[in-house]
């Protein structure tokens, strides 16, 4: 086997967006963003996380109890970030179903109970010439953590975002201009 350390990616920057759902995905790693897509702005150095689970079922027989089949009965995928910028978007994206609204400098956050705010969302990995672009179509905040008040460290919004199936299955696309993507280790 050849090992080619030439194909070790590290996510050295890159970013987060947001857009209202059904707005027009980037089909690329490095076309612009569309208009009406926002960024999210400063991520934690904890950078972004991907999750992937899936609950599995065993079908057991009943000569011996062996294991005759797994059967997936749920999955899920979701992106985990700290956004540490406070912006009117991570202030809604965090209080999910509520809007900052007001006038000349002064602003106001009724926040509400969550309710429901299916967006489009995206995030830019980068490693110095190769990218890599994850659109998620139909995705949502479903889980925050604790925002925490203290002299000593920036407000941190602690984001899950859960990516909700299409009609055909997917959950997101990626797109890549990294060669490594289209290579196979040699034998």
């Not at 809604?92 to 602003?107: C, D, F, I, P, Q």
């Not at 994850?134 to 925490?148: F, M, S, W």
Request: net charge negative.
């Amino acid at each position: 086997m050849t090992l080619n350390a030439n194909q070790v990616r590290v996510a050295i920057t890159g970013a987060a967006y947001t857009a209202p759902k059904g707005s027009t995905a980037p089909t690329d790693a490095t076309s612009p963003w569309p208009d009406g897509a926002v960024d999210i702005g400063w991520i934690s150095d904890d950078g972004i996380t991907e999750s992937n689970s899936a609950d599995v079922t065993e079908i057991k027989a009943w000569q011996g109890g062996a294991t005759v089949r797994k059967v997936v009965s749920s999955s899920e995928m979701t992106f985990k970030f700290t956004a540490i910028e406070t912006s009117r978007t991570t202030l809604e994206l965090y209080h999910k179903g509520s809007k900052v609204t007001g006038t000349s400098g002064k602003a106001v956050l009724a926040v509400k109970a969550p309710g429901p705010d299916r967006r489009l969302f995206g995030f830019d990995v980068i490693d110095g010439a190769s990218h890599i672009r994850i659109v998620v179509p139909d995705g949502e905040v479903t889980e925050v953590g604790d925002l925490v008040y203290k002299g000593d460290e920036a407000l941190a919004y602690e984001l899950t975002i859960t990516a909700y199936p299409a009609a055909d299955g997917t959950v997101c696309v990626k797109f890549s201009d990294d060669p490594a993507w289209l290579s196979s280790p040699e034998p």
